[in-house]
């Protein structure tokens, strides 16, 4: 899904000149004129995304249905040797592979999966007929080690979770300042907001489902201290 990203990185439509050029204080100055010059006319954005990059040449028309999602090498092969003249892709897929660590989320995902599971299976209502004849509403208490278990799991997801998105919000970050830094007004590079706040919406989500575990487990046990006492 083109929509949801890491990073982003496109060569400027028309790089503003900078004043790196007239001013040899400027550590870049010379790396910048020379970048400015060989991507004179290039038209690429590149997308790193959690599992594949998405790429699409704004210069085609049109250019809001030109993505080409998946190996973005393979994809640029068949452009000419000037589509990518700094090395966007490049930068893309040594982000992905060197940065991008799936253990945490795929951990945390497994972990949310398996507590949901536990969750689920905690006993419902049922229907329990008096000696009257009069019919009661009641819910059983789930276990103690199977709410005991579903707090560890819970706890374990929601700290791989917030390591993992933590990790990729601060990598996206240092990554778009790093290009803006060395290559200003030449590339346009912008960090994923959709991906983003999906990760962090899932962070919360995770913290959520542990308050609630941890409120019915401590409210367990001063049920269990009340009728201990009676």
Not at 118 to 125: A, D, E, I, R, Y
Not at 200 to 206: D, I, R, S, V
């Amino acid at each position: 899904m083109p929509s949801i990203y890491i990073v982003s990185a496109s060569y400027a439509p028309s790089p503003h000149q900078s004043s790196a050029i007239g001013n040899s204080s400027h550590p870049n100055a010379e790396f910048i004129a020379l970048a400015r010059n060989l991507s004179h006319g290039a038209s690429l954005e590149v997308r790193s995304g959690f599992f594949a990059a998405c790429l699409r040449f704004p210069a085609k028309a049109p250019p809001e249905n030109n993505w080409h999602c998946g190996d973005a090498s393979d994809i640029l092969a068949g452009e000419s040797r000037n589509a990518d003249p700094l090395g966007l892709v490049q930068y893309s897929d040594r982000f992905t592979s060197k940065v991008v660590f799936y253990g945490l989320i795929l951990g945390s995902m497994a972990l949310s999966v398996l507590a949901i599971g536990v969750l689920s299976s905690l006993p419902g209502w049922k229907t329990h007929i008096l000696e009257d004849g009069e019919a009661h509403q009641i819910r059983p208490f789930p276990a103690p080690n199977v709410t005991s278990f579903c707090l560890a799991t819970l706890c374990f997801s929601a700290g791989f979770g917030f390591i993992s998105v933590l990790w990729l919000h601060v990598a996206a970050v240092a990554a778009t300042g790093t290009l803006d830094f060395m290559i200003e007004d030449i590339v346009v590079t912008q960090v994923g907001s959709a991906a983003m706040a999906l990760g962090w919406l899932a962070f919360g989500t995770e913290m959520i489902a542990l308050v609630g575990v941890f409120i019915m487990r401590v409210s367990l046990n001063l049920l269990d201290q009340i009728t201990d006492e009676d």
